[in-house]
């Protein structure tokens, strides 16, 4: 039990996260180096279904009406009592609006240590280790993941969601659920995201635009060379916060996950929450006037040139090439 | 001898009317003009205006009464000048006759005759400007012009004086005319020292009426003209013919450095003044900008804002501060003695849309006839704006990134001289070597990808010209001349106490700018250790110095047709107009200027932090409307400029409006790097 | 409703960051602190809550270089209380020793609500939120992206994955993490700021003493390499765009 890696499954209106076979794929190779089982947590209120394609060793299913749904205050209640008994070696949450609020309080609750921003996790000698992703990706911090038990909030990037997906499902573990009483956190409801015009997710070529854009007229070039290439424009934060484009572009965290097959970023620095955002894009090319810029880290190929400038001459070349 | 006779044809009553009556009505004007004045220094915040009087003195002769600004447009300059100098020579003539008649006698004779004919033929000039002014005022209505019935009425009334005064005239002469005995010394060959009264007689002589009937109808007509004068000195003050007081007041009263850059918003926190926010906040000279305006609309054709569709106009809104004044003066009035609660003004009567049009360019007040200072007045009403942070999102990144590290690129202070990367021999640290000059690089210079290269190439030129030159690396920081105008007078003053800390330590004899933003504050703006120990240059003066000394020689003559863009900061704030054409031309360039060009030239649409903020939905771009101006003169291959930010705004503009492969955007330094 | 913030400052990441000579953590000699940026919003939100509904704002930071220009600027931005957490913080303290600081000061007179950010970008041990919550005994949302406060709670707009967000209900007192208020943060003018740091006082408050020494589970920081890196397109605008092209013709794009 000492050497199970444990895996949160992030549910959200009765879908596993994207980011759940992410943890799976990571918590599978960990669970390679030490030897032990990989062990999905799920809870919920009838989820069974959910288990179906979930590639763990097994599952230990908490079932209770006030799980139905993702509330803080009852999850990390469901799994303290759980993790005190069985103590594994790792619990890996994603870096998310589910994982990163779980961790946090169990980890001050259970005085486990809990290591987050972590980018990929690797046995070394029987040991763990670490390498966790800060300052925007510019630094990356290395260590071994402190015992007996240890709490992983994850960033997406080093595994592949399809890893971690199954073809059967797993033999599921009925844990009894703790009281859930006095729950001071409840969810009233969604609401849905804003779609907008446009449906990035879909679109096969994006373009991405960030703050190098530094005005929004400037949006009028990069709308342009988006046209020329029958792609559609996308965004990182600051262009959405400042209302330049709708939160239905947004690409990232708090935004959309994309998988096109052409990915341009527009003087786009590449900071971890955006960067999650792109899945794995056949092209990748990243313009940034910041040769140190992180999304150089992602990118298959970069320039560090000023957007603006390059942008016109660009469009102008694909015109003649499409006109030719 | 002929000789003027005083109160020819009226009866002795009529002599006491006549002094009595308009002096009664002038001094009904002139305590009302005070008791409407008071109100500018019970309301607005003290100022001092009285240094200088004889060049104040002279400014208004030049302009309140010889109306320079007013005659630069000559239909309307016409127009005014013929009514305003002729009821100046209408005023002077009164008063000269009141001398004759009262004090000493001297119109008599050859003097009486050259007296007589110069009435004459300004009453014509009066009603030719009256006639003129109706007809552009009621056929041709310029959108400038505010159509409103005042002004109607103000024609009417004057007309009605000079025609009437017309008539007295020509009434006395066909009397005369038919008895000679009416006026000593007469004979007819004298009539036509007053050629107008003298035509006019022929009409009455056509009906043959008898002396004593004209002598009637002009006493009639002479008791009309006296009463509708005292009329007019009695509603003058409530009328739009105030601006006779106000105007030359205005321009009396006018900012001596005008129109060179230096501000003073109001900013005391001493004082608890942060900016104009209600009328109280005015300085009493801002309150009288608003009723000097004589709505002639100049200011609005040349403005970059209203002509691209913002919600500008500087004739509206130097309107709405007179307009403000006479709806809350009672209020502010009545408040002044238990400091209730002023009613806000800045963002609720004037909008802040309005206030952030501004690109502070000056060509409204370089055009304004009667010095109305709309610059200072909206950098105020901005400051607190700025103070209840009332700015949009693209302004605040520019100011938090020029707080934190003094540049608006949000990059690091470190990363300044970047640009200077692979320039070998290293250029200078002035900072830890003396220099000839210090070069202020710029934020646009230092941090603009494409304006970079034209730095080094700037750089290349004066190591060419053996010049002994060096820059402040990351301790320089934005110079503050947009922050200031943009209303951020606390970031203005820590720019500035930065920028003059590392100067200090430097061993310089001159500074040297590219950008004439920078140059500006520079200038006016930073305290007297820098600008009074040391000239403070624009490099195309630098560069006209080394050609003229022969230290840049040109390898080759250019042949380009070029055309040349005055930039605001550098033309009409500092007076620098010939020197970029002198090196244009010395270059081999042929020059073909814009229509409008030197103190009539249209800003980019850059200026007073604009280029920091949110285009709004407008019409079309300053710099699109600049560069369309250079694609219809002929044969024209490059338009050059001398400011940094312009090279980024019309390197836009020619993109935006398609012309980029017929029209090239070039700093005059580029072309001078091109002929060496 | 009273309400406590909790600052944090961060290096600035406009400046190019290095590994100090232990090879464990950042060199500190040439850094540029600034507010991390969740917290700027926090406290947006905070002054937001009180211009809607009455109460007041604390702000808490702890005593390190830079922290009284953020307190200040706090100050300037409305908020009532500046508290600073005085004592040694030659190392910083992680994030479980930052939050058993704030709460050493939120103990005695616990607010209705604590607002913090909901991450920073230097967190290697969780978020602050959390673990301020869990010490405390108080309930914890992150991720928030809206305040509507109601008699005797608060609903949270929580933000999930792919723009998905939860209405959620909260009891008070509570802990929020937050990860962008309602409005951007304000502006402050550099003349109140000034106005500020004449007039407010900081309420020092020694911070307690906790042992800082223990050792990270960090054993070495470095700048990701350059192996990992894009391939980078060289020469001018006119070059790099043809390589452009060329790599969008072998991609079947164009």
């Not at chain 1, 599952?59 to 803080?72: G, R, S």
């Not at chain 1, 990232?252 to 971890?272: C, M, W």
């Not at chain 2, 003298?198 to 002589?205: E, G, P």
Request: hydrophobic share 45%; aromatic share 8%.
């Amino acid at each position: 039990m000492a050497d199970d890696i444990y895996v949160l499954i992030e549910h959200l209106q009765g879908n596993v996260t994207e980011m759940s076979y992410i943890l799976l794929a990571a918590g599978r190779e960990l669970a390679g180096g030490t030897h032990g089982e990989l062990v999905g947590l799920l809870l919920g209120h009838n989820v069974n279904g959910l288990a179906s394609n979930i590639a763990v060793n097994r599952i230990l299913m908490i079932d209770h009406p006030a799980l139905a749904e993702y509330t803080p205050d009852a999850y990390a209640r469901a799994i303290e009592t759980l993790l005190e008994q069985r103590a594994p070696r790792v619990v890996l949450l994603g870096e998310t609006s589910i994982g990163a609020d779980v961790a946090g309080g169990l980890s001050a609750r259970l005085d486990i240590p809990h290591i987050s921003l972590c980018r990929s996790l690797r046995v070394e000698n029987d040991k763990l280790h670490f390498t966790s992703q800060i300052c925007g990706g510019k630094i990356l911090a290395d260590g071994e993941l402190p015992g007996p038990t240890c709490l992983v909030t994850l960033v997406p990037g080093a595994y592949k969601a399809e890893a971690g997906q199954g073809t059967s499902a797993p033999p599921i573990e009925a844990v009894k659920a703790p009281a859930l009483d006095g729950l001071r956190v409840s969810l009233q409801g969604y609401l849905e995201p804003n779609t907008g015009d446009v449906d990035i997710t879909r679109e096969p070529i994006l373009i991405a635009v960030g703050r190098g854009l530094q005005q929004e007229m400037n949006l009028e070039l990069t709308q342009e060379i988006a046209e020329v290439l029958g792609g559609e424009l996308c965004a990182s934060r600051p262009v959405v916060d400042q209302g330049w484009l709708s939160t239905s572009r947004l690409v990232g965290k708090s935004g959309k996950h994309v998988k096109p097959k052409l990915y341009l970023a527009l003087g786009i620095s590449g900071a971890p929450e955006h960067t999650e955002g792109i899945g794995d894009p056949e092209l990748f090319l990243a313009i940034n006037t910041d040769s140190q810029a992180p999304i150089f880290e992602v990118a298959h190929y970069g320039a560090a040139v000023d957007l603006l400038d390059l942008v016109p001459v660009l469009t102008e070349k694909i015109k003649q090439v499409k006109g030719g | 001898m002929i000789e003027r006779i005083n109160f020819w044809g009226i009866p002795e009553f009529w002599h006491y009317v006549a002094y009595v009556l308009p002096m009664v009505a002038a001094f009904y004007m002139l305590w009302r003009i005070y008791r409407h004045l008071s109100i500018w220094w019970k309301i607005g915040r003290s100022e001092n205006r009285w240094d200088h009087i004889l060049q104040r003195t002279w400014r208004l002769i030049k302009h309140g009464i010889i109306q320079l600004k007013v005659l630069r447009q000559t239909y309307p300059g016409v127009m005014h000048a013929a009514i305003a100098w002729s009821f100046f020579v209408f005023f002077l003539g009164t008063a000269l006759a009141t001398i004759d008649a009262d004090f000493y006698q001297f119109l008599r004779s050859d003097i009486y005759l050259v007296f007589k004919f110069v009435l004459d033929i300004f009453t014509i000039t009066a009603l030719v400007g009256l006639a003129l002014a109706a007809f552009r005022r009621y056929i041709r209505k310029p959108p400038r012009l505010t159509l409103s019935a005042p002004f109607g009425y103000a024609l009417l009334i004057l007309f009605l004086i000079v025609f009437s005064g017309l008539l007295t005239e020509s009434l006395r002469l066909a009397a005369i005319a038919q008895d000679p005995g009416l006026q000593p010394g007469w004979e007819p060959a004298l009539a036509w020292w007053t050629p107008a009264g003298w035509i006019s007689a022929q009409f009455w002589l056509a009906f043959d009426l008898v002396p004593a009937s004209l002598m009637r109808t002009h006493l009639g007509i002479w008791i009309f003209h006296m009463g509708l004068v005292s009329a007019l000195f009695i509603m003058l003050p409530s009328s739009t013919l105030a601006h006779i007081i106000t105007s030359p007041a205005n321009i009396f009263f006018s900012k001596l450095d005008q129109p060179r850059g230096k501000l003073s918003p109001a900013v005391n926190l001493d004082a608890g003044l942060v900016g104009a926010a209600t009328l109280r906040d005015f300085t009493w000279k801002q309150l009288m900008d608003g009723e000097a305006c004589t709505e002639c609309g100049r200011c609005q054709d040349v403005c970059p804002a209203f002509t691209a569709g913002q919600q500008l106009s500087p004739k509206e809104l130097i309107l709405a501060i007179s307009e403000g004044l006479a709806a809350q003066a009672p209020t502010l009035l009545a408040s002044n003695d238990h400091g209730s609660e002023t009613p806000i003004f800045t963002g609720e009567v004037i909008k802040e849309a309005t206030l952030w049009a501004c690109t502070t360019c000056g060509a409204c007040v370089e055009e304004c006839p009667v010095m109305i200072e709309h610059i200072d007045v909206i950098v105020d009403m901005r400051c607190h704006l700025i103070d209840q942070a009332r700015i949009d999102g693209q302004l605040q990144m520019a100011l938090d990134s020029l707080g934190r590290y003094g540049n608006s690129f949000g990059q690091s202070d470190r990363m300044r001289a970047k640009w200077t990367q692979g320039i070998e021999p290293k250029i200078k640290d002035a900072r830890r070597e003396p220099v000839e000059y210090l070069w202020f690089v710029g934020d646009y210079a230092s941090y603009h990808g494409s304006i970079t290269e034209i730095t080094r190439k700037t750089a290349e030129v004066f190591r060419i010209a053996g010049l002994d030159f060096g820059i402040l690396y990351e301790a320089e920081r934005h110079s503050g001349n947009d922050v200031r105008r943009v209303g951020e007078e606390g970031l203005f003053e820590i720019l500035v106490e930065d920028n003059t800390a590392a100067m200090k330590g430097c061993q310089y004899q001159a500074i040297v700018t590219t950008d004439p933003h920078t140059l500006n504050t520079l200038k006016h703006e930073y305290p007297p250790e820098i600008n009074h120990a040391h000239p403070i240059l624009h490099y195309t003066e630098l560069i006209d110095d080394l050609i003229t000394s022969g230290k840049i020689c040109f390898s080759k003559q250019l042949d380009y047709t070029v055309t040349y863009h005055d930039p605001c900061y550098l033309g009409r704030y500092n007076g620098i107009y010939e020197i970029p054409r002198r090196i244009l031309e010395a270059t081999g360039c042929k020059l073909v200027e814009l229509p409008r060009n030197r103190k009539c030239a249209l800003c980019c649409g850059a200026g007073g932090g604009r280029i920091w903020m949110e285009e709004d939905e407008i019409m079309e771009r300053p710099s699109e409307a600049r560069i369309l101006e250079a694609i219809q003169l002929h044969g024209v291959q490059v338009f050059a400029v001398a400011c940094p930010k312009d090279i980024t705004m019309y390197k836009d503009a020619v993109k935006t409006t398609g012309y980029e492969n017929r029209l090239e955007v070039k700093d005059i330094i580029e072309l001078v790097h091109e002929a060496l | 409703m009273d309400i406590a913030v909790l600052l944090k400052l961060v290096p600035d990441l406009v400046e190019e960051l290095e590994v100090d000579s232990t090879g464990k953590s950042l060199d500190t000699t040439f850094m540029r602190r600034i507010i991390n940026e969740p917290d700027e919003h926090a406290l947006e939100q905070a002054l937001l809550i009180k211009e809607g509904s009455g109460g007041s704002v604390s702000v808490i930071g702890l005593d390190v270089a830079d922290m009284d220009d953020v307190l200040f600027t706090a100050a300037a931005k409305g908020a009532d209380r500046q508290i600073k957490l005085t004592g040694e913080f030659e190392h910083e303290p992680n994030n479980h020793d930052l939050a058993r600081l704030f709460v050493s000061v939120l103990k005695g007179n616990p607010p209705d609500l604590i607002l913090t950010g909901v991450q920073a970008h230097n967190d290697l041990d969780g978020a602050v939120g959390p673990l301020v919550a869990e010490y405390l005994g108080l309930p914890y949302v992150g991720y928030i992206a809206g305040v509507s406060v109601e008699n005797g709670g608060i609903t949270v707009f929580k933000e999930y994955t792919g723009g998905l967000v939860g209405e959620l209900h909260v009891s008070l007192p509570a802990v929020l993490g937050i990860q962008s208020a309602e409005k951007p943060p304000r502006y402050v003018a550099v003349s109140k700021v000034r106005q500020a740091m004449k007039t407010t006082s900081l309420d020092e408050r020694a911070a307690l003493e906790l042992d800082l020494s223990e050792a990270a589970a960090i054993e070495r920081m470095f700048v990701p390499e350059n192996g990992e890196r894009a391939k980078m397109l060289e020469g001018d605008v006119e070059q790099v765009a043809d390589q452009i092209v060329g790599l969008l013709k072998n991609t079947g794009v164009l």
